[in-house]
């Protein structure tokens, strides 16, 4: 019974280039949620996705960045034209039921922007 | 209105003393308040909850004490091990949301 799986656990990407990280939620669970954690900082809500949908991205910044979670596959973060101030920790969660009280986390992608 | 302030932002315990740590809210909407452990390298993980209906809830050397008139609430563990050593985040969110707000963290390190 895998818990929530993040792919790649690390990633480095020049000034420009694009990221995509993965997060593949437990089984059952629909809904997905991705969070950024800056050094010695909490963790700041980016986007609540379900299955082909959107719910909620007012935490995401309005350029740059966009998710998605298609119908059959992993959810997506991706980040174009990275800068330095966008490496962090990036967490994604994953529920059944859309609730905050159920969310489990993964083990998050390290981005690292040189 | 959404903020979540944490403190201390560090602490350093001796083995086998209390650890204390404190949260504040201003969003009086909020009806949930978890406790996450996260250690180096690991996602956050839950460790106790608890809803404003109670001023405290104990899980074994864990308690968390909820002030809802002073929108406060705190961690407490109890017998601080040396493996209990970890950064601790406190959050919050309300039933109208999906989303939960985290305090800053706190870094804990208990001395053997």
């Known amino acids: 019974n895998a818990g929530v799986m993040q792919n790649p656990r690390h990633l480095v990407r020049r000034r420009g280039q694009e990221a995509r990280l993965r997060c593949s939620p437990m089984k059952g669970h629909s809904h997905v949620y991705w969070y950024r954690q800056l050094p010695e900082e909490g963790l700041k809500f980016m986007v609540y996705l379900q299955k082909e949908n959107i719910i909620d991205e007012s935490g995401m910044p309005k350029e740059r960045f966009s998710a998605e979670f298609p119908k059959e596959g992993p959810s997506i973060l991706r980040i174009q034209q990275v800068v330095r101030g966008d490496s962090a920790a990036y967490f994604c969660a994953s529920s059944i039921s859309g609730q905050s009280y159920g969310y489990t986390f993964g083990s998050g992608t390290r981005l690292t922007v040189v | 209105q959404q903020q979540v302030k944490q403190s201390p932002q560090s602490l350093i315990v001796q083995k086998g003393g209390i650890s204390i740590i404190n949260c504040a809210y201003e969003n009086t909407a909020f009806d949930y308040f978890p406790w996450y452990q996260q250690f180096p390298g690991k996602g956050p993980a839950l460790l106790i909850a608890i809803r404003p209906d109670v001023s405290e809830k104990k899980e074994g050397r864990f308690t968390i004490s909820f002030n809802k008139s002073a929108k406060q609430f705190s961690l407490h563990i109890m017998d601080s091990q040396p493996g209990d050593s970890a950064t601790y985040f406190c959050?919050?969110?309300?039933?109208?949301?999906?989303?939960?707000?985290f305090g800053g963290g706190t870094r804990l390190m208990v001395k053997p």
């Open positions: 959050a919050a969110s309300s039933n109208a949301g999906n989303m939960l707000t």
